[in-house]
């Protein structure tokens, strides 16, 4: 450990309370599902800090997915971050931070996922997505059904051109409910049942070596109410009006299926070729 690390930042419980009551009604009534968006969460300098230490696409074994409905990275160890970051999401799991989602939410027994299973960093490079979709419902290892998701944007200067917008879409997917800009120390904190369909769909369009940044943390309970759920499921993606997700899946193994026949030889001319042209 780096011992001369300063690591002095404490989540205020009195101003997690405050925070909660009032912001809760609104976080009930929000559409398409019970949700809330609070911009400057946290002290700027704490996320300063974690952005600092962010591991870049390269600089760490990310898990990375490159499919049809999905091209991002994901981090898949805690030991991966920085001291500051881990910290802070221990702190996001501590009992102090979950009487905050409780009381926010309406959502008593919550529980945090010491493992972070499909949270903890979160990157999206240019031309990176992830479709609409409802969220795996149980985890992976505990007998706990996912009941909340919060997300922490990292993303400084973030212009709306650049894309990457969050979205929320309604149960039929006839429409988007709210699109939200990915900017540093925004916060969203959403309900997830089989039914909160969202996502950030379109490819990103940030500059070349720009990446989305985020931090993701999930919350579960043991047992929930039967009408969020229709059985234990992992990642049900969805289709916008006029999208063909089958289509794109399709065409992405093809194309995988052609890179294990080429041989790696002919693939580097084939590149080599295409950037000179």
């Not at 011992?3 to 009195?14: N, Y």
Request: proline letters at 6%.
């Amino acid at each position: 450990m780096n011992t001369s690390a300063t690591l002095t930042f404490c989540l205020d419980p009195e101003y997690l309370n405050n925070l909660a009551t009032k912001h809760r009604e609104a976080y009930a009534l929000g559409k398409p599902f019970p949700h809330i968006i609070m911009d400057n969460f946290l002290p700027a300098s704490v996320l300063d800090q974690v952005l600092e230490e962010f591991p870049q696409p390269n600089s760490v074994n990310w898990q990375k997915f490159n499919a049809a409905t999905e091209k991002k990275l994901a981090s898949t160890s805690e030991l991966q971050m920085g001291e500051a970051t881990r910290f802070l999401l221990y702190q996001l799991n501590s009992s102090v931070f979950i009487q905050f989602l409780e009381k926010l939410t309406g959502i008593d027994g919550l529980l945090p996922d010491p493992h972070f299973i499909g949270g903890g960093l979160h990157q999206i490079v240019r031309g990176g997505y992830l479709k609409l979709h409802a969220d795996f419902n149980r985890h992976i290892t505990l007998p706990l059904d996912r009941r909340l998701n919060l997300l922490i944007y990292l993303n400084k200067d973030w212009e709306e051109e650049y894309g990457g917008h969050f979205e929320m879409w309604n149960r039929d997917m006839t429409r988007c409910e709210q699109k939200v800009l990915p900017i540093f120390n925004r916060c969203v904190i959403f309900s997830t049942t089989d039914f909160s369909y969202h996502g950030h769909p379109d490819p990103l369009t940030c500059p070349e070596g720009g990446t989305r940044k985020s931090l993701a943390l999930y919350y579960y309970s043991n047992g929930r109410p039967p009408e969020e759920i229709g059985g234990s499921h992992t990642t049900l993606f969805r289709e916008r009006p006029g999208e063909n997700l089958k289509s794109e899946i399709w065409k992405v193994k093809a194309q995988t299926f052609a890179r294990k026949l080429i041989p790696p030889l002919v693939t580097e001319i084939l590149q080599n070729q295409k950037t000179k042209q």
